[in-house]
């Protein structure tokens, strides 16, 4: 094993390590209504998370990750409210095919490792089940740190939700927050 690969590993499992902390920690503060499914999920940690987090991030109106993945029936939108971000979750479609799905509670960071960049987030990515996760949204939110993603494996259905530091013409918020939303599939307004 070369310094390189010895490096590598050791990156690895000093963040897998944090993350299983901040996974301990996380799992106490949550109710037990959640706690107890989280505390049983699958979840993915260090270097394999970013290979899943590149499939959809970053997202934007273009769509999904570097290639701009348009899933059918995606919707974007950007407000400077809570509430009015959690005014469009209700459009989301649960699809009857929804399966295992990806939820992190905490938007990834960049970080590069000699020359590599990877998302890492400072929390495991669970895994769990879509129909059981999305009607929680506004639950999980209470536990996040200014983002959530919860994407059905294959693509299916999701909901992406992160924030900068900004304002908005038509909707100015003192803070200077604003949050980005992806939802699909979502319904049709007329």
Same mark, same amino acid.
């Given at each position: 094993?070369?310094?390189? /690969?010895?490096?590598?590993?050791?990156? /690895?499992?000093?963040?897998?390590?944090?993350?299983?902390?901040?996974?301990?920690?996380? !799992?106490?503060?949550? %109710?037990?209504?959640?706690?107890?499914?989280?505390?049983?999920?699958?979840?993915?940690?260090?270097?394999?998370?970013?290979?899943?987090?590149?499939?959809?991030?970053?997202?934007?109106?273009?769509?999904?990750?570097?290639?701009?993945?348009? %899933?059918?029936?995606?919707?974007?939108?950007?407000?400077?409210?809570?509430?009015?971000?959690?005014?469009?979750?209700?459009?989301?479609?649960? %699809?009857?095919?929804?399966?295992?799905?990806? !939820?992190?509670?905490?938007?990834?960071?960049?970080?590069?490792?000699?020359?590599?960049?990877?998302?890492?987030?400072?929390?495991?990515?669970?895994?769990?089940?879509?129909?059981?996760?999305?009607?929680?949204?506004?639950?999980?939110?209470?536990?996040?740190?200014?983002?959530?993603?919860?994407?059905?494996?294959?693509?299916?259905?999701?909901?992406?939700?992160?924030?900068?530091?900004?304002?908005?013409?038509?909707?100015?918020?003192?803070? /200077?927050?604003?949050?980005?939303?992806?939802?699909?599939?979502?319904?049709?307004?007329?």
């Amino acid at each position: 094993m070369d310094d390189h /690969e010895r490096r590598r590993i050791l990156f /690895e499992k000093i963040t897998a390590n944090n993350q299983r902390r901040k996974r301990e920690e996380l !799992l106490h503060r949550l %109710p037990p209504n959640l706690s107890n499914v989280l505390g049983g999920s699958p979840c993915i940690y260090a270097t394999e998370i970013d290979s899943i987090l590149r499939r959809f991030l970053p997202f934007s109106q273009s769509g999904l990750g570097s290639l701009g993945i348009m %899933p059918p029936h995606y919707e974007y939108a950007e407000v400077a409210w809570e509430n009015k971000m959690f005014d469009l979750t209700p459009r989301l479609v649960i %699809p009857k095919l929804a399966g295992r799905a990806f !939820l992190l509670l905490k938007p990834p960071t960049g970080v590069h490792f000699e020359g590599q960049g990877f998302y890492l987030p400072d929390v495991p990515l669970f895994v769990v089940d879509f129909q059981w996760a999305a009607p929680l949204l506004k639950d999980f939110w209470a536990y996040c740190t200014g983002g959530l993603i919860l994407v059905e494996q294959d693509l299916r259905a999701g909901v992406l939700i992160d924030n900068y530091i900004g304002y908005l013409q038509e909707d100015l918020n003192p803070r /200077e927050i604003v949050y980005k939303v992806a939802l699909w599939p979502v319904k049709h307004v007329d």
